[in-house]
């Protein structure tokens, strides 16, 4: 141990609030006039709380904790249905220009028309990609964009006097799936899924009625499969009078390959922090436009845009060609930075780049599943999409978890892959590697894999379970911060 | 490509040691009719310059705000940024990383969530605070399902001081959620008898401030109407920078704060990305929507942070979860956060006495205007005026001359022609407003 704690370049932080030196202030601001203030006796007479620091204290703080992070800039990001990828700086850049950056959302539209363009241009890239007619742009995110979408199958329904309440969700779904179906105000009905990974036809089939309001699936699906029966899928479905929604998280597989449209699919949301790259932050911001067919489009949230005689023009209420509109699903206009973003992508990928992108992702996953799968166990056997499933059979009586090998791949340098989900199969690791990378990036990380995987059934559960022993923290203990949460500072009692 | 680094001789190698002959092997699974040949029809690949240069010219199409005297707000600020904080926060480690589901590994993330989250605590009056929303409309809404899932009653009252959006955010989550909305009608300048609409099927009373026209009011007693009633008050700030000067919702009895971020760290932006802040009593917290950070130890005992309380969300508890929520603003929250660091006590302070009396001499100049009416008394940043003439006209013959004189309210409410949000931040000038007087006099003669 050192004197500090610190460990090389390993340091230690403290919060914020223990480095206050009162008055200081990392922003110089000129002093106030002194006007008999307007605040109608609502002024704040006791102080906030706030610490002090200057500048420098400001950014090193900062610095340091960003130490702390793995993230794909240092390496790969194996997270199953993130869709952990390269970040292009160029999208920051543009992202950043003042045409865009310093847009106040309510300017006159004659000031904004460069922006509006850049949304339509957009909006014809998704169309284009999905096959759909219409694409809307306001959601904040992917669960976001399922909202939207369940929202206007609902109101087609209700437009059409068909009051259906019945959802079906696989049982491999995402649980943003489930989640938005009963915000949206619909009962879930979980579809079991075959013995090959993928949706039970007969299953679902059974459980089509008149009730059922859509179907929401995952394609490809969480276990990282394509659903080869999905034309009987999306006609079993049409067939009961009920529409078919797609997550489109695992759009990457299939960008520029396969139009969702041609599918059979009426609505879809896209995820531009996964298929498009724009930076994951943490945690976001996303966003997650949702393709609609055209029976759901008069549906689409607020606001349009719409071409006039001035040029484009945004339709910000429900009337006139959008008066069947569910309405605004969030303030202003989308998430534009990440629109930017999304389009600075595409544009570089061309059409050409995108097919590619899918082939090189697929390629990816399948090459590592090559790799490890004499070892590791394949949850289904056969070749998988741009992710690959394995189960914990290959554990079996060794005393080592998913979870332990997951914490000793962060001991190796690697992000761990998506553990535990989906919940259809037993220890589940997810490993999407993405097309950005290298074959030698790939190879180290199945090396890395394969040598924690022998030493697991080598007998020495001990160390695996003992891992991380290199990161910044071992293990926290995630029981104890539930039961008795601290979600904020304190000062410490005098 | 040049994100792309596989090399053909790379794709042949890795082909044939998965054992197929070809790509198209890979997609069999994809049904023959569904599987495109050709291209889809978009154009093809472009470098970096060419890519720069088509989209640099959309954005010189537009006329940036700052490039001439703006007084825009209604719920999107212009504040100055310092440069310290696009710099932190476009650290790949920040930027480039995922939710912190691995804790060892995002220590950098899970604390400065954890500060963030003490800070909107403490803006705000409140004891907690969630990593954040998507932005304040949809905190709002989140808002108001909170509110019927603790007190299990129905209805929720909308004040017509609340954003327009926020209204909307809500009446478009309560057509689907099952919630009754009544939504007051918006009264310039007037005041709300809010309490007498509170009733045993109230779960909530929705509120501003300040208001959509800038008017700051106490909820106090609008607190202790909706306790007694058994009914939640909940808060919506739009401009969060108020919260250095005026008195916080916490203090008047609020049971939940929504807020939109926006003005602390993060640019205008065309209305997004933007954060939205949650903030709630204790007793409320695993009503909560949203991700939390809490402290706990590591296996040597030293503090660490970790995402806690999860058997609220979606990924564990499916269609029974608080919200549908995944996605956080995590990058958005992280620019507050950082911003905020660099104000400190004494820097937020100073900047909102700034940003009021700005608005100050906004309005004692515009007052002088004939035929200009002030439609509030009290205000922070932001107030309305009543003009001799329609609103939008007016504004849109100033940005020809590229001032941004405020937000006509006809573009939320046709019914209001002829009232005009103006707002005042400290990135205003003395020559700004002088043009802004100018201009005005001579669009109105």
Same mark, same amino acid.
């Given at each position: ?74 390496g790969l990001?194996p ?54 007619? !219409? ?63 993928? =949706? ?14 859509? %179907? ?25 009078? !009920? ?113 590619q992108?899918?082939e090189d992702a697929v390629l990816n996953a399948n090459y590592l599943r090559a790799r490890l ?26 005393? =080592? ?7 000793? %791949? ?23 590697p993405t097309e950005t990378e290298s074959k030698a990036s790939l190879d180290q990380f199945a090396d890395a ?46 | 490509?040049?994100?792309l680094p596989l090399t053909e001789a790379d794709r042949r190698a890795m082909l044939a040691a998965i054992?197929?002959?070809?790509i ?137 001081? %609340? ?59 609008? !607190? ?12 919506? =700030? ?112 100073? %900047? ?90 001579? =669009?109105?003669?």
């Amino acid at each position: 141990m050192t004197v500090t704690g610190n460990r090389g370049l390993q340091l230690e932080e403290k919060l914020l609030f223990e480095q206050d030196s009162p008055g200081h202030c990392g922003v110089d601001l000129p002093a106030p006039a002194g006007l008999p203030n307007r605040l109608g006796g609502l002024e704040r007479t006791r102080p906030i709380g706030l610490p002090g620091l200057s500048e420098p204290q400001v950014v090193r703080h900062y610095t340091r904790l960003s130490q702390k992070n793995y993230a794909i800039d240092s390496g790969l990001y194996p997270l199953g249905s993130c869709t952990m990828k390269h970040n292009p700086r160029l999208n920051e850049k543009l992202a950043r220009l003042p045409g865009f950056a310093d847009l106040h959302p309510l300017q006159p539209v004659s000031t904004v028309q460069g922006a509006l363009e850049l949304i339509d241009t957009l909006a014809h890239w998704l169309k284009a990609l999905t096959g759909l007619p !219409a694409v809307a742009l306001s959601p904040a995110a992917g669960a976001h964009g399922e909202l939207c979408g369940m929202m206007t199958i609902r109101a087609a329904l209700s437009a059409r006097g068909d009051a259906r309440r019945r959802i079906l969700v696989p049982e491999s779904a995402h649980g943003t799936n489930p989640a938005t179906a009963a915000a949206c105000g619909y009962a879930i009905d979980n579809i079991p899924n075959n013995p090959r990974g993928r =949706v039970d036809l007969a299953a679902l089939k059974a459980r089509l009625d008149g009730d059922v309001a859509a %179907l929401m699936l995952t394609n490809p699906n969480t276990c990282g499969l394509f659903e080869d029966e999905i034309l009987e899928i999306a006609a079993a479905v049409h067939g009961a009078g !009920a529409f078919f929604y797609c997550d489109g998280a695992n759009f990457n597989a299939i960008v520029g390959r396969v139009r969702p449209a041609d599918l059979g699919i009426d609505a879809l949301h896209l995820n531009l922090h996964k298929t498009f790259s724009t930076p994951h932050g943490g945690g976001g911001p996303g966003s997650g436009p949702v393709a609609l067919a055209a029976e759901l489009a008069p549906f689409a949230p607020l606001p349009w845009i719409v071409h006039g005689a001035a040029g484009r023009d945004l339709v910000e209420r429900p009337e006139g060609p959008a008066a069947a509109s569910i309405g605004r699903l969030k303030a202003f206009h989308g998430q534009m930075g990440m629109f930017v973003r999304a389009l600075a992508y595409m544009m570089s990928h061309g059409a050409d780049g995108l097919r590619q992108v899918a082939e090189d992702a697929v390629l990816n996953a399948n090459y590592l599943r090559a790799r490890l799968a004499g070892t590791l166990s394949q949850a289904y056997p056969g070749t998988c999409m741009h992710e690959v499933l394995f189960d914990d059979r290959f554990l079996k009586d060794t005393g =080592v978890t998913t979870l332990d090998l997951a914490k000793a %791949l962060i001991d190796e340098g690697f992000h761990p892959m998506t553990m535990y989900f989906p919940l259809v199969v037993h220890g589940a690791l997810l490993i999407e590697p993405t097309e950005t990378e290298s074959k030698a990036s790939l190879d180290q990380f199945a090396d890395a894999l394969l040598a924690l995987a022998a030493r697991a059934r080598g007998g020495d559960a001990e160390s695996l379970r003992a891992a991380p022993r290199l990161a910044p923290r071992r293990r926290l203990d995630e029981t104890a911060a539930a039961r008795k949460p601290v979600l904020r500072w304190r000062p410490p009692a005098a | 490509m040049r994100y792309l680094p596989l090399t053909e001789a790379d794709r042949r190698a890795m082909l044939a040691a998965i054992g197929v002959g070809s790509i198209d092997e890979l997609f069999a699974d994809v049904p023959a009719s569904a599987r495109r040949r050709g291209l889809v029809d978009l154009p093809l690949a472009q470098g970096e310059l060419q890519v720069e240069r088509a989209i640099a010219a959309m954005a010189a199409r537009n006329l940036p705000a700052g490039s001439g005297p703006c007084f825009l707000g209604a719920g999107a600020y212009r504040h100055h940024v310092p440069a310290a904080v696009d710099h932190l926060i476009q650290r790949g480690e920040f930027l480039t990383s995922y939710t912190p589901y691995q804790p060892e590994i995002a220590q950098g993330t899970l604390q400065a969530l954890f500060e963030f989250q003490t800070q909107v605590a403490l803006l705000t009056g409140m004891e907690v605070a969630n990593a954040s929303l998507y932005d304040g409309a949809t905190a709002c809404a989140e808002a108001v399902a909170m509110a019927g899932r603790v007190t299990r009653r129905p209805k929720a009252i909308l004040s017509g001081g %609340l954003h327009p959006h926020y209204r909307e955010v809500c009446a478009t989550y309560a057509r689907f959620n099952g919630a009754q909305l009544d939504l007051r009608a918006p009264q310039p300048g007037a005041d709300e008898d809010l309490a007498a609409l509170v009733d045993r099927d109230t779960a909530c009373v929705v509120v501003q401030n300040p208001d959509l026209f800038g008017e700051l009011r106490d909820y106090a007693g609008l !607190a202790e109407a909706c306790h007694a009633a058994g009914a939640l008050l909940v808060v919506a =700030v739009a401009e969060v920078v108020s919260l250095g000067a005026v008195r916080p919702p916490g203090e008047m009895g609020a049971d939940i704060v929504a807020a939109e971020g926006q003005s602390l760290g993060n640019a205008l932006g065309f209305g997004g990305p933007y954060l939205g802040l949650f903030a709630t009593r204790e007793a409320l917290v695993r009503q909560m929507p949203g991700r939390l950070a809490g402290e706990t130890v590591d296996a040597e005992g030293r503090r660490g942070w970790v995402l806690t309380l999860a058997t609220r969300e979606q990924h564990i508890r499916r269609e029974r979860a608080t919200s549908n929520v995944c996605t956080n603003s995590g990058l958005c929250a992280l620019a507050f956060t950082i911003h905020l660091a660099l104000l400190g006590e004494a820097g937020l302070r100073r %900047l909102a006495l700034l940003n009021h009396e700005a608005a100050i001499a906004t309005a004692e100049r515009l007052a002088a205007i004939p035929g200009v009416a002030p439609v509030g008394r009290h205000f922070f940043n932001e107030f309305a005026v009543r003009l001799p003439k329609p609103a939008a006209p007016a504004v849109d013959r100033l940005a020809e001359r590229g001032v941004l004189a405020g937000v006509p309210l006809s573009r939320f409410y046709p019914e209001f022609p002829d009232l005009l949000l103006v707002a005042a931040t400290e990135t205003v000038t003395p020559d700004d407003i002088d043009r802004l007087e100018c201009g005005l006099r001579e =669009v109105l003669a």
